[in-house]
């Protein structure tokens, strides 16, 4: 069964403060793995990964993968409050189906 | 451009009672699907579709129903709602190919 696992499952830091997200997964047929923000609604994307070893990047957000030893991780530098969300870490398949992990939720105090 | 568009944004029901949550998107995406979020267990997949005419089951397809008869179109349908389906639904879609999910804004659901 198509498993997908992320850690910790809750963090709290101050701004400033740099994290890293982890997610592990088991998928049979991997295609990609992809990140999203989750606020009040719909999640939003952040990246998707398809090579190991390749780091992207956004403004204070960056993200890389590891296929051989199945994992991602997400990183944010100098977090801000505006960085408090759940994020979502999703492995697809060439069935075109999403696993969702759980999520992270992290918090950002002033 | 809309994107994904989902009706209603809340919904009250009985046990026992049926509805209809709508999905629709303008993105001529050829992949769509229904997800249910609950508390701790992240996004779990319910039923998908890649193209008019055709469904399958996900992860927990129990008590739902799919029919995709146009591209822009995906209705769910809760057949007789229990309090167990009591949840946040998401639809989204994707292009055809290795391309991100797109998702609309979530109907919350309230089976008493």
């Known amino acids: 069964e198509d498993k997908v696992v992320q850690s910790p499952l809750s963090l709290v830091v101050h701004e400033g403060d740099t994290v890293t997200l982890n997610c592990s997964y088991e998928?049979?047929?991997?295609?990609?793995l992809l990140w999203y923000k989750q606020e009040k609604k719909a999640p939003t994307f952040l990246f998707m990964l398809?090579?190991?070893?390749i780091e992207k990047k956004s403004g204070r957000l960056s993200s890389i993968l590891d296929k051989k030893e199945l994992f991602s991780i997400l990183n944010i530098t100098a977090t801000q409050t505006g960085d408090s969300a759940v994020y979502l870490c999703?492995?697809?398949?060439?069935?075109?189906?999403?696993?969702f992990g759980p999520g992270t939720r992290l918090s950002v105090l002033p | 451009n809309a994107g994904v568009t989902q009706t209603p944004k809340f919904q009250v029901l009985k046990t026992g009672q049926s509805m209809t949550l709508q999905c629709a998107q303008d993105?001529?995406?050829?992949?769509m699907s229904w997800y249910r979020q609950d508390p701790g267990m992240g996004l779990r997949l319910i039923h998908y579709?890649?193209?008019?005419?055709?469904?399958d089951q996900g992860e927990v397809p129990n008590g739902y129903n799919v029919s995709r008869s146009t591209t822009e179109d995906f209705p769910l349908r809760l057949l007789s709602a229990a309090p167990s389906q009591t949840s946040v639904y998401f639809c989204?879609?994707?292009?055809?190919?290795?391309?991100?999910?797109?998702f609309g804004n979530g109907t919350r659901l309230t089976v008493t």
């Open positions: 579709s890649v193209g008019a005419g055709i469904t």
């Open positions: 398809t090579s190991s070893g």
């Open positions: 998928v049979t047929n991997f295609r990609s």
């Open positions: 999703a492995v697809a398949n060439y069935g075109q189906n999403f696993v």
């Open positions: 989204a879609s994707s292009s055809r190919g290795n391309s991100p999910l797109h």
């Open positions: 993105m001529n995406h050829e992949y």
